[in-house]
């Protein structure tokens, strides 16, 4: 699950931040900091005060919608029958350990480069 308050992910998509954030004046929650898109901030300032639980649930579902996405385009390419037999959980499981594995191997490889 991600932490919207996470200073190094995007609070609202998950990408990278860029050091644009939104706080109301006297909160007592840190910065929702959000990545270069004009949408991610302006959903910021919308939801700023949205629970994490929340969030959590509304991430959950936006895995599930990635991983029908996904089983389609496998389909598609007559690949999908390397996960048969999976359970639901299973391949909902396996997409969302799919995107945190990116976002850290990303992050990983983003931080080894030379600076810039």
């Not at 959000?34 to 959590?56: G, I, N």
């Not at 499981?93 to 992050?107: E, F, H, N, P, W």
């Amino acid at each position: 699950m991600t932490d919207r308050h996470d200073p190094a992910l995007c609070g609202i998509c998950g990408r990278g931040t860029v050091g644009l954030g939104y706080a109301p004046p006297r909160s007592k929650l840190p910065p929702l900091w959000v990545c270069d898109d004009p949408e991610c901030l302006s959903l910021a300032t919308r939801t700023y005060q949205m629970k994490q639980d929340t969030f959590d649930r509304l991430e959950a579902i936006a895995a599930a919608r990635g991983a029908e996405a996904m089983g389609q385009r496998l389909e598609e390419l007559g690949k999908a029958q390397v996960f048969e037999g999976m359970e639901w959980e299973e391949w909902l499981d396996a997409v969302r350990s799919g995107i945190a594995g990116y976002r850290q191997c990303l992050k990983a490889e983003i931080s080894g480069e030379a600076p810039f």
